[in-house]
């Protein structure tokens, strides 16, 4: 994507990946938007070939560690689910009581007239931060990185006990979202 330094060489490879919000912005302190995220993995996990090793969703930005299933592609994934959940998001938003809503909203249809790189409203930052996961780097200090987030943020004393993540799914208990599990 433009802007980006990290590509994405290989569409069937691991990468760990991060979706940052435009200017940091808090957006994920509502359940009613991670939810958001929430179903769209689950969805690209049925239905687009996701397979996903771990994720954690912050305040301003997401983690996973993931790959495509070999008739799919991570780029065209990357690209499906920033389009939904921005859409939805936004249609969120509006829904739901938020105090920010104008600001919100604001911040999101400037970005977009910015950029030029959305209609009405952008939500997440052009690049993804793709690091390829091979030989060279240990999927699990990435995946530990992504659980280790929250207690990082001094959410949670133990990294299994924030709902929003697949630590817990490590732990044998089941999480949100449908994993693959790295042994």
């Known amino acids: 994507m433009s802007g980006d330094r990290y590509q994405i060489h290989d569409q069937q490879a691991t990468y760990f990946l991060t979706f940052t919000v435009v200017e940091w ?5 509502r359940p009613e938007y991670r939810d958001v995220v929430v179903d769209s993995l689950n969805y690209c996990s049925k239905e687009k070939g996701l397979r996903l090793n771990a994720w954690v969703i912050m305040t301003n930005h997401i983690h996973l560690v993931a790959k ?8 065209g994934f990357i690209r499906d689910f920033k389009k939904f959940t921005n859409k ?5 938003i509006g829904l739901v009581h938020e ?8 911040k999101f249809s400037f970005e977009a007239r910015r950029t030029g790189r959305a209609k009405n409203f ?7 931060h793709a690091i390829l996961i091979d030989n060279s780097i240990d999927i699990w200090e990435k995946i530990n990185y992504v659980h280790e987030n929250p207690v990082q943020a001094r959410w949670v004393d133990h990294v299994a ?14 999480g949100l979202v449908l994993l693959d599990l790295v042994d």
């Not at 495509?68 to 780029?75: E, V």
């Not at 952008?122 to 993804?128: A, F, H, Q, R």
């Open 25 to 29: 912005i808090d957006v994920f302190s």
């Open 68 to 75: 495509c299933k070999p008739a799919f592609g991570i780029s």
């Open 88 to 92: 939805k998001i936004i249609e969120q």
């Open 99 to 106: 105090s920010r809503r104008e600001w919100l909203l604001d």
């Open 122 to 128: 952008k939500l997440w930052k052009d690049d993804n």
């Open 161 to 174: 006990d924030y709902v929003y993540s697949s630590a817990g799914d490590y732990a044998g208990k089941k």
